[in-house]
């Protein structure tokens, strides 16, 4: 054997042993602690991006060499879920990808569940970035370690809830009238301050885009002032300890605006506070320095409650004149098994919905449906038939209103059902 071919033999030894080609990409943080029981959401920084985009996103147990590509990407046989194009709320600036990742209950769940097997009880994010210019695709991971919800994961908001202290899809309430109480029940991970405002739209003001609705965290430094601002209620600033849930109590009532009639909006605005577990270095790009506070990120826009000034009366009027007039089928008619049956009335013009209610005559509900505004017929399913078992049927509409309260209501109405025709 010549000296030659020796070389060209361990050459070829040492390339089938050789590690593969690293990630030209970085992020920051590397690994995070993750909720093992819900959600968790985490502001990442990816640095070194040359003419590359990030298309797609994976959660999964292992990692195998990603060649010929750089780095390394999911074991397809271990990949616990995909980032939802809903959650992926990734933005580049300068040579940076601001990413927000928004890992859903469902992959902590499974990951939990590898553990349990015997498994590693960390899962892998995994990133893909494509070239625009034909470079080789990249893969860059983040080690999320299981943990519980407490002090050392990120502080982060997984879910809020925003309402008045009344049961109705949106409030109507007369001029110069005092609203409601209303607060935010809000889930979190992590603990933290949680700083803020209470702001509200007012009729004929420019609404707000999704983008300003965001925590003010989930957004990259640069546009983190670049957010629509409105008329400012109240401002906020609390402790939450590492519970997981808080009510937040709302804006003094007396400040919320009902002078003019129209639409208002209350926006809960939430600001970027310091928190060691979520803070993100930029340092990892070459587009500057300096770390960013990132406490208080969530992945999806916060609620809006909406409020309606100078709303009509949501009372049912008792006045025979007043109820909704039925067409067919008439008052006792018999109707065939085996027919399509169809129910008919006179439109109502103020009505914004329909609700149709079937029911025997002893007062057993049997179905109820919801028929949009216009609508003057409704044609029950077939089951109708099945569950009124042989009884007799009797029927009504009511006409609602935007708030959801009846405006209009008419007489019960019954039919028969006969197996052919009298």
Same mark, same amino acid.
């Given at each position: 054997?010549?000296i ?16 593969p ?6 992020v ?60 992926d ?32 009880s960390?899962?892998y994010?995994v990133?893909?970035f ?14 999320c370690?299981?943990?519980g ?26 001029p ?19 700083r !803020? /405002?209470?702001?509200?739209?007012? @009729?004929?003001?420019? +609404?707000?885009? %999704?983008?300003d609705?965001? $925590?003010?965290?989930? #957004?990259p ?14 401002r ?7 519970? !997981? /849930?808080?009510v937040?109590p709302? @804006?003094?009532?007396? +400040?919320?605006? %009902?002078?003019?009639?129209? $639409?208002?909006?209350? #926006? ?5 506070t ?29 609620p ?12 049912v ?5 007043e ?7 008439r ?48 044609q ?23 708030n ?11 039919f ?7």
């Amino acid at each position: 054997m010549t000296i030659r071919s020796l070389t060209i033999g361990w050459f070829a030894v040492a390339l089938s042993v050789a590690p593969p080609l690293r990630s030209q990409i970085r992020v920051n943080p590397t690994g995070v602690n993750v909720n093992t029981q819900g959600a968790t959401t985490v502001f990442l920084t990816y640095g070194g991006l040359r003419s590359q985009v990030a298309v797609e996103a994976f959660w999964c147990a292992s990692l195998i060499s990603a060649t010929p590509a750089r780095g390394s990407r999911c074991n397809p046989a271990t990949i616990f879920g995909r980032l939802p194009i809903r959650y992926d709320l990734s933005k580049s600036s300068a040579g940076l990808l601001n990413d927000v990742m928004s890992i859903p209950a469902s992959v902590a769940r499974r990951a939990y569940q590898d553990a349990e097997r015997g498994n590693t009880s960390s899962f892998y994010y995994v990133r893909r970035f494509v070239s625009s210019t034909g470079a080789a695709d990249e893969y860059v991971a983040v080690t999320c370690r299981l943990a519980g919800g407490g002090a050392r994961v990120p502080f982060a908001l997984t879910d809020v809830a925003v309402s008045f202290d009344v049961q109705t899809p949106v409030l109507f309430v007369e001029p110069d009238a005092t609203v409601p109480t209303l607060d935010a029940e809000i889930a979190y991970n992590g603990t933290g301050r949680l700083r !803020g /405002r209470w702001e509200v739209v007012l @009729p004929g003001d420019e +609404r707000p885009a %999704t983008n300003d609705l965001l $925590t003010e965290a989930t #957004l990259p430094p640069e546009a983190r002032g670049t957010q629509r601002r409105y008329t400012e209620l109240q401002r906020f600033n609390v402790f939450l300890p590492p519970t !997981g /849930r808080v009510v937040l109590p709302g @804006p003094d009532v007396t +400040r919320i605006p %009902t002078t003019v009639e129209g $639409t208002y909006l209350i #926006l809960l605005r939430i600001e970027a506070t310091d928190d060691k577990e979520a803070d993100s270095d930029r340092s990892v790009g070459t587009a500057g320095a300096g770390v960013v506070h990132s406490g208080a990120v969530a992945g999806f826009p916060m609620p809006v409650l909406r409020y309606v000034v100078g709303a009509a009366t949501s009372e049912v009027p008792s006045t025979r004149s007043e109820e909704l007039t039925l067409l067919l089928p008439r008052d006792r008619a018999a109707v065939l098994r085996d027919s399509a049956l169809t129910v008919s009335w006179l439109e109502d013009r103020h009505a914004a919905l329909y609700r149709v209610e079937f029911e025997t005559e002893d007062g057993t509900s049997v179905l109820s449906a919801v028929a949009a505004a216009g609508a003057v017929t409704y044609q029950p399913p077939p089951f109708l038939f099945e569950r009124a078992n042989g009884r007799a049927i009797r029927w009504r509409v009511s006409s609602l209103g935007f708030n959801g309260a009846a405006l209009r209501r008419s007489r019960w109405r019954t039919f028969n059902f006969a197996s052919r025709a009298p």
